[in-house]
């Protein structure tokens, strides 16, 4: 009921305050006598951490995970798995200006509408700390289909008016890690940090999208009604902090062309079924088909900037704002294991949730 | 498990399968005591169905209504609602061509590696005729959400390439219904119109976009996590068949914008906290804040075209398909409508959660 | 959260009133390819149907039910099976008198407290007649569990202080359904008959226990924490109207009993792992270890008698009552198929909960 | 799906094995700006953590607990709240002769049928240790209830052939707490003493049955149908460790009643509508009537024993056991707590859930 938690049958609940005590999760559902890969759990948060490049926020947090259950002797029992993270680097008194205050476009003033009370201390729950635990939640997703051959891939595909023009099939993906913008085309990444760094240094922020690309998958994942796969994704996207849009296959682009088109063409290669174009993206009524399924998510520019701005105070007085605190000029970069994570979790719970109902896939 | 089930506190369940006995749906959650309005349950039936003007589908369905529950003397029990829409004008011959052969882009193929059984009657349950039952659904909504004011608007603000050039605030909403295509723009409506008969003519489909305004929403719903407002207004978007994208306030643009612009100023008017702008589209960290919603949903062109294609026999030979069912060129205008249903049924359900844990919004 | 649905992975939502325009049940997650088996559905409703024997309720109901989806040429489609029974026989001015009274131990005032509004005629929602529903709803998860060769059998162990002394493995089952009061003892049937007749012509009412085995059931099905198998099954009999008290293997007794002799050894027959006694009625931290599940439920007696009665008026006033309509002396002996339903429904559930975790069972 | 949560507007997630680093809680759904009390947790804590007194196990837990998250200068925040308590006294070797063997009428076994692995340590996640994290949850339930003037009073109404003979509302419940055995009768309370402590000189164990009582109650409380107030307490009783019955009201006994003496019949008492008896135990149809809730659970004796008993080993094969670790010889006193703290997560949850839908309760 308050959608702390994400998933029927492999889920995740997220708990912890920015300047709380910890973040942490409850991972629910995963199956047991997985190998507990703790190197992939490092790995992801490492690329999530603040402080990882120059192009992000100074925060300094080592991002240590602790297991509290759910593991034994390397692996997973079926039981939950609990894994929280310290906050170590907090400096709350940074924020003790913004206490009296309502950030703009921040969840301050809703958070206040819907509660009454708010832990002003880093944004509190608001804050995109939480997604720490998301990461964590999506590496043993990861764990999971890694079992089954199924890879997650997500890479920035625009900063701001920088667009990367190749679909995601003319790139080369493993580039992706090779620059801290996390683009893999090489060229448009060094452009895209110079422009991070100009708005940083003009106290401003930049938005930007993220592709994901889910490659063997196998068919017959997601329900075909409410829980499309492609349902599940967007709402999975649309719950990361930032994100205003989400596009799936031919997306908005799609609209503009005719149905003989976009139609995917099916044709028997070699006995297999396959589409000979892919505008669906991979899934057809809300059900995987065995191809490629890539999305993008549109994050708008992050709200924390340096520049003055107008506001309000919790006392409903017109006031002048400037946030100190310590933030990204252009979040995007960071985002992409979150992305992966969100998009991990989606797929392993439709993982199980077909396995529940038992049918072999045939065709 | 099965997604067959969309909210939490006010939720629906679908069944049906398009040329079934019917199509129908349990709503379940909704308040006691509230006037039931079944001409508006009608009218919104009416605005959906096939037939209704010159550009739709030519099945003839009267849509007669028929309550089993949930209502006593004209109001609502407080016990499950359901709601029943008998299926008339069934021609399944007309399917049975496609019984053996997967029709490109719809759900035949992965039904059938799903469930390994499908009902090709029609498309069975992967019709978009089961909407029918969420419309149903979203009429009780918007009942329970009448009494408190809030009002829902959809229109279609494009067919392929004619795109309504004004925003939402700028057009006068009151318009929509007055011509076919749902199209507040009448001059723009005309063209749509055009295009739709010529498609129509040629045996094609066209796609198109359809926005959708929320006024009046009360500030403080939505949860601030993994069910935020925009989240779950994404996933019922997507639920949609052939919706392929969503974007919700700045959306996509947004990602083009610097924070400074896009962050939305708060200003106290009259000692109302208001923002200057509204690029947060109404929500922010999740939580509406008082401001209109407004978001867009993509629509793919439908698959059902009259042109000859390649496809897949289901004994996995490369066949030539003519598909000779009744469809519409362009089902966007007919989709209004069921966009207004989603959304309703996502306001209907963070209204009740909202309530459950007591607190009275205050700033 | 309206508690009008059951189940997690196969579930069942119920709707409908006592005298409204039907009964239904929606069936969710059953899997594909099921034979749908119509003949057990009608002996199920029709065990439960009043008006079936001399000592049960004269209303008249045919009891003819209607599938409305998710059946397809004889086999299940694995999307949600909707089925309905008209209420036929509803003689609602024997209820009139009602309107303004609320019945002792009935649900009438408790359902005025919660919605301020209620159906009066028949009890409305309130009425056993929803349990219609769960028996059709039972009788689906009976095909499932028939395919795996899981055997449900229930039988009135006791009517007042009639008893059955016998345990359940004492008695020849297949005699349950050779008399009205369904008791596998034939002797005290007969008494058992005899007393409820006595009930009936002094207007009042009789209360009972019902015991139920369920045999060949699959070791591993059951959650160890708060989804145990006997939790699940405590809850679904105190679902059903009139049951106040629950208990499975040695139950209240075993509480008089040391751990010494409690304790269920095991031993190694020709290499399988059973257990020498069944105190534990098949079920060990929850999860069942493949030994016979057993266990009761006790009925009050029921509300509706014929004896005059104090009770108050919708005004709040002091009146005497006399309740006319159709009831059953003693409902124990119908509430039999009743307790198989929820029997069933628990045990479909955990198998494909079960499934989903993809653990084959080893020992 | 995995049954670690429970409750649904009100919830608990728990995590933790007993060996493991730390038993946890979640809580979801805890309406914000609540005072939290700390001394509630901890009272509740050391009522049942081991080692309390001369009768309960040695294993010394300090049982301090730590709160990770939702509560803010000494409110809750309305956001999940996480607790954890860290297992200190952990002498897993005293575990390493069970590593092979399954002892009986524990879960060794069923959880190796249904994960294949397990954590013999100290019993694992099967091990009511699990129950710290109910107490904690139910620490913070009462919090809430304590809001309403609800209160919750559980005592030992039996240990093995010993039991209380009056009703619940002929005793002084306040006297529950001042003996170990928690039974509020002194006399009886002083012979439980003395049979406990013959059995555990026997090596032997014993079981009995808890009396809870909830009063001031609101009315309305409750579901309908599935979700009865009654089912939930049952489930909730059910789902904790050695459980085997349930009865409420009157009960078992209660079937051995007949029709006119069972009814509560109703009364205007100033105006006030209220039951003359209350063999309902103050629910009527699943929804609460604002007349005392009593039920009474059962235990059976506890299976670890000291006495030599036969089994199985893993490799199965049949030999001899003898179980040396620390355990209590009745585990009832302890579970006082526990059964107050599930019968609290099942008021605050529909608390909350009647909220929802906003009804004022009227008559």
């Not at 625009?158 to 493993?174: A, F, G, I, P, R």
Request: with cysteine; net charge negative.
């Amino acid at each position: 009921m308050t959608g702390n938690t994400f998933g029927k049958a492999f889920a995740i609940s997220t708990f912890g305050e920015s300047h709380g005590p910890a973040i942490g999760v409850v991972i629910d559902g995963c199956p047991p006598n997985i190998s507990f890969d703790a190197d992939l759990v490092q790995t992801e948060l490492n690329r999530r951490k603040p402080g990882q490049s120059a192009i992000s926020s100074p925060r300094k947090e080592a991002e240590e995970f602790e297991i509290l259950s759910g593991v034994f002797e390397g692996k997973t029992l079926g039981t939950p798995i609990a894994i929280i993270v310290r906050n170590k680097d907090v400096k709350s008194q940074d924020y003790d200006a913004l206490k009296d205050v309502y950030r703009p476009s921040h969840a301050d003033f809703t958070y206040m509408l819907k509660y009454g009370i708010r832990d002003h201390r880093g944004g509190g729950r608001q804050s995109a700390r939480e997604t720490v635990a998301r990461v964590l939640g999506g590496a043993v997703a990861k764990m999971v289909l890694n079992t089954l051959g199924v890879r997650i891939q997500a890479y920035v595909s625009s900063v701001h008016d920088l667009e990367v023009s190749k679909s995601y099939d003319e790139l080369d993906l493993n580039l992706t890690e090779t620059n801290v913008v996390r683009c893999p085309d090489e060229t448009l990444a060094q452009k895209m940090i110079a422009a991070i760094e100009k708005a940083f240094d003009e106290g401003d922020s930049l938005g930007g999208t993220i592709t994901c690309v889910l490659s063997n998958v196998p068919a017959g994942w997601g329900e075909p009604v409410f829980d499309k796969l492609n349902a599940d994704l967007a709402k999975a996207m649309l719950s990361i902090n930032a994100v205003k849009g989400f596009e799936i296959g031919s997306g908005f682009t799609g609209t503009r062309m005719k149905g003989s088109t976009h139609n995917d063409s099916f044709a028997s290669l070699s006995g297999e079924i396959r589409t000979l174009t892919n505008h669906s993206g991979g899934i057809q009524g809300g059900i995987s088909n065995g191809e490629d399924i890539y999305f993008r998510a549109a994050f708008k520019p992050v709200a924390s900037i340096k520049k003055e701005q107008n506001s309000v105070s919790t006392g409903h007085e017109n006031v002048k704002i400037n946030i100190d605190g310590r933030h990204d000029a252009c979040v995007v970069p960071r985002a992409v294991p979150i992305v992966e994570a969100m998009a991990a979790l989606v797929l392993a719970d439709h993982y199980l949730r077909q396995n529940a109902y038992g049918m072999q896939p045939f065709a």
